[in-house]
T-cell receptor
Framework: ETGVTQSPTHLIKTRGQQVTLRCSSQSGHNTVSWYQQALGQGPQFIFQYYREEENGRGNFPPRFSGLQFPNYSSELNVNALELDDSALYLC???????????FGSGTRLTVV | AQKVTQAQTEISVVEKEDVTLDCVYETRDTTYYLFWYKQPPSGELVFLIRRNSFDEQNEISGRYSWNFQKSTSSFNFTITASQVVDSAVYFCALSEAEGAQKLVFGQGTRLTINP
């Protein structure tokens, strides 16, 4: 049973650019959630996708958007990058109605 | 709004000592879940335990134990006979029972076990 895989592991972008982060969910999981973890902080919920639709969103601006594909993998897109977007982005998958999240190792995004 | 507070930012102990990580939470929900996760330097969050708000029984798993007290809104985590491999950042988290069931995390406690 494979776990959650995220790519890339590290990324450096310039302020104002756009970025796409990818997540492959654990086999059998149909729900994907994204979290942002700033240095020294706890993760913060960005949004969740269930059956290819957004199923909840945290306090993040619209320039944070996402997609979930039929195979339940997911993308997180961030437009107009700001310096404060520098963080570890974590993806977590779960099976809806059975509660338990499996987290990936994250993508470390640095905005310069 | 839900909130989780981990007042201990960093803890450093010598190997084989017992250590307790504190967690206090706030929620208006009557049904909710509480979690502890471990985050090693590699970054992924490793699930340790989930507790339903209706189940106040304490739990023990090897050297790990958890004390859930609804009356004080606390869910503390104790490591007995700590080992160097226990060094990590530990997060307490709270989630609603319905909807997206998003996790609300505390700030984390960095635990260092010295040989």
């Amino acid at each position: 049973e494979t776990g959650v895989t995220q790519s890339p592991t590290h990324l450096i972008k310039t302020r104002g650019q756009q970025v796409t982060l990818r997540c492959s969910s654990q086999s059998g999981h149909n729900t994907v959630s994204w979290y942002q973890q700033a240095l020294g902080q706890g993760p913060q919920f960005i949004f969740q996708y269930y059956r290819e639709e957004e199923n909840g969103r945290g306090n993040f601006p619209p320039r944070f958007s996402g997609l979930q594909f039929p195979n339940y993998s997911s993308e997180l897109n961030v437009n107009a990058l700001e310096l404060d977007d520098s963080a570890l982005y974590l993806c977590a998958s779960s099976l809806q109605h059975y509660y338990g999240y499996t987290f990936g190792s994250g993508t470390r995004l640095t905005v310069v | 709004a839900q909130k989780v507070t981990q007042a201990q930012t960093e803890i450093s102990v010598v190997e084989k000592e017992d250590v307790t990580l504190d967690c206090v939470y706030e929620t208006r929900d009557t049904t909710y879940y509480l979690f502890w996760y471990k985050q090693p330097p590699s970054g992924e969050l490793v699930f340790l335990i989930r507790r339903n708000s209706f189940d106040e029984q304490n739990e023990i798993s090897g050297r790990y134990s958890w004390n859930f007290q609804k009356s004080t809104s606390s869910f503390n985590f104790t490591i007995t006979a700590s080992q160097v491999v226990d060094s990590a950042v530990y997060f307490c988290a709270l989630s609603e029972a319905e909807g997206a069931q998003k996790l609300v995390f505390g700030q984390g406690t960095r635990l260092t076990i010295n040989p």
